[in-house]
């Protein structure tokens, strides 16, 4: 049994991964080897056409080997990467090196173009008999899903020139916001009078603030910063959805969802039904609103009281007691879960630590090649930084369970990547409200829970609302910072059911998931994950800890499966009906009349 060791460090380590930070010698060596190898494999490639018989479709094993360790390498790269731009916003080195990684990234992609049009163009009867091949059936999945997804694209030679425009144009774009992001700077006046200048991701942290007075104040200041850089944002925001929006138009493809969806390996009519039955039972969290925005003294909630701890007094809590708290009750779930989270502590995979020149967020990235996980976050002592350290903690455990398998498989999408993590925030909050001391801590730390659900049930329908809107407007135009915030205003009063006296227009500037070039439609997914994770729990309360090596098994499909076949499979449900998610919706309900109880 792994036990944490003190103290408990809040900066992570790199250099087991390569020494040296954005100047290390070893990084560069292995961008080199990476470049040669993959620029091997697509001349390979080239002179490679589909097989003709089941002999010619075997020689093609050794392709396959090259193509998965290139995809874990690239994996490898791009996350060290990551973790030094996030750690030091103003490592100018690191954003070169970014732009580096998305190069051979592209390269890779064309390599992989080629590929895909020789599995497009394979025949039938012979790909039956390919992927009934004992050393390809585990892969058989994603393959054919990489051949299906050929069919529907353009020639390679034209999605090749497609993905080497989009280094310099649509990633570059996406790299383009992480520098006006950097520029950020939020005014913030301390108790003593003294002004001082937050970093996006410290302000982002008082907006959480206990004190209202701080939050408004941080808020107003907040806006004011995202409206100065507002014109550059729309500027990136208008390019990344116009280069999308042509080549969707090239490949033939009407609907912006549908490579979302694809992405996602989910269908529209699950995606539907999810937000039908969250949308049915809106009003009783709108009802949730109002009783907290009545013990608050207000008329409405603002918006920055929506996440706002509820009274004055809670009190902050160490990053070690957050680590032991985590790991005590992961341990009630899953030893397993708890013991990996240990070490991911012990070892120094997580950066949390409370300083200038971070960038704003958090998140969980895999290193294939070491076998690694890294967890970045700012942590400011509130409840909601605890929530957010166990959430990262499942995906970084989601991936722990996924690193035996081939890498093809390793490649699961956003939305079921959501589920380990929000299943993993579901308990160390439960634990929370179970254990509190008295009513006024259990009211607070129910709040905090049901802020949660708020956040995906209406902040993100408010995201998703939104983008769907803007890519259908951007059809026919740019869009102004003007009309983007308008039409920001407009998704947030409709999913919010206008239950908030204020609203945040700016927050498509300030989002940095709008802008995220890997994953389009960073929303729903989070959502669909929520939803999820929270039928799973359902079904781990009823079963207890035999459920543990359920939820390990089903984690493991995650990468070989839709998510219908994933819940047929594992859970034996129909996600196109509304049984699931009614089941899952009934514990976040639950919550909310276990508040409005305490506080009639």
């Not at 939020?186 to 701080?214: C, H, I, M, W, Y």
């Not at 034996?572 to 509304?578: A, F, H």
Request: hydrophobic share 40%; glycine share 6%.
């Amino acid at each position: 049994m792994a036990q944490l060791t003190n103290p408990v460090q809040q900066t992570w380590e790199l250099d087991s991964i390569f020494a040296g930070g954005s100047s290390s010698a070893d990084f560069e060596a292995f961008l080199q080897q990476l470049q040669k190898d993959i620029a091997a494999m697509h001349q390979e490639l080239q002179q490679f056409s589909a097989p003709g018989s089941l002999e010619e479709a075997a020689g093609l094993d050794r392709l396959i080997a090259g193509l998965q360790s290139a995809a874990g390498r690239i994996g490898e790269a791009s996350s060290f990467v990551a973790c030094l731009t996030a750690e030091n916003q103003h490592d100018k080195k690191a954003v070169q090196l970014s732009s580096k990684v998305t190069t051979l990234r592209a390269a890779y992609e064309n390599a992989m173009t080629l590929f895909q049009n020789v599995l497009r163009n394979t025949d039938d009867e012979l790909w039956e008999l390919w992927m009934s091949r004992e050393e390809v059936a585990p892969i058989s999945f994603v393959l054919s899903e990489k051949r299906a997804a050929a069919r529907e694209k353009l020639a390679p030679e034209l999605e090749s020139l497609a993905s080497d425009l989009a280094i310099d144009g649509y990633h570059g774009w996406g790299q383009h916001y992480d520098t006006i992001v950097s520029k950020v700077a939020v005014p913030f006046e301390d108790e003593d009078g003294s002004q001082t200048s937050l970093s996006v991701g410290q302000a982002a942290n008082k907006l959480g603030d206990n004190s209202r007075a701080v939050r408004e104040e941080t808020f107003k200041n907040w806006e004011q910063a995202w409206s100065d850089v507002a014109d550059y944002c729309a500027d990136t925001l208008n390019r990344l959805a116009g280069f999308r929006i042509k080549l969707y138009e090239k490949r033939g493809w009407s609907d912006i969802l549908k490579e979302p969806l694809d992405i996602n390996r989910m269908s529209k009519a699950t995606l539907d039904m999810m937000w039908q039955v969250i949308e049915e039972n809106k009003p009783v969290f709108v009802a949730y609103l109002n009783r907290k925005a009545k013990l608050m003294g207000l008329e409405q909630l603002s918006w920055s009281d929506v996440d706002a701890p509820l009274g004055e007094s809670a009190d902050k809590i160490s990053y070690e007691a957050a680590a032991e708290e985590i790991v005590k009750q992961f341990r009630n779930f899953s030893p397993k879960l708890a013991d990996f989270s240990a070490e991911a502590f012990n070892k120094r995979w997580i950066e949390a630590e409370d300083r200038p020149g971070k960038r704003p967020g958090g998140f969980c990235t895999s290193l294939p090649v070491s076998g690694q996980t890294r967890i970045f976050m700012t942590f400011g002592g509130t409840v909601s930084n605890v929530s957010t350290l166990a959430h990262e903690l499942g995906h970084a455990y989601h991936q722990y369970l996924m690193d035996e398998l081939p890498q093809f498989n390793q490649d699961y999408a956003m939305n079921v990547a959501e589920t380990a993590s929000t299943f993993a925030e579901m308990i160390v909050a439960d634990a929370l409200v179970n254990n509190a001391a008295d009513d006024k801590q259990k009211l607070s730390l129910l709040a905090d829970k049901i802020s949660s659900s708020v956040s995906f049930f209406m902040n993100i329908h408010a995201r998703f609302l939104f983008e769907t809107r803007f890519y259908e407007r951007r059809k026919q135009g740019e869009l102004s910072a003007g009309e983007l915030s308008a039409l920001m205003e407009e998704a947030q009063r409709e999913a919010y059911h206008g239950a908030l006296a204020s609203y945040h227009p700016h927050f498509w500037a300030s989002k940095l998931h709008f802008y995220i070039t890997d994953v389009p439609f960073y929303n729903f997914p989070y959502t669909f994950g929520y939803m999820f994770s929270t039928g799973l729990y359902a079904r781990a309360q009823r079963e207890g800890q035999s459920f543990a090596a359920k939820y390990d098994a089903l984690l493991q499909d995650t990468g070989r499966m839709t998510v219908e076949e994933l819940a047929s499979k594992h859970l034996g449900v129909d996600l196109t009906q509304p049984d699931f998610w009614r089941e899952a919706m009934a514990l976040a309900v639950a919550d909310v009349k276990a508040f409005l109880e305490l506080t009639e």
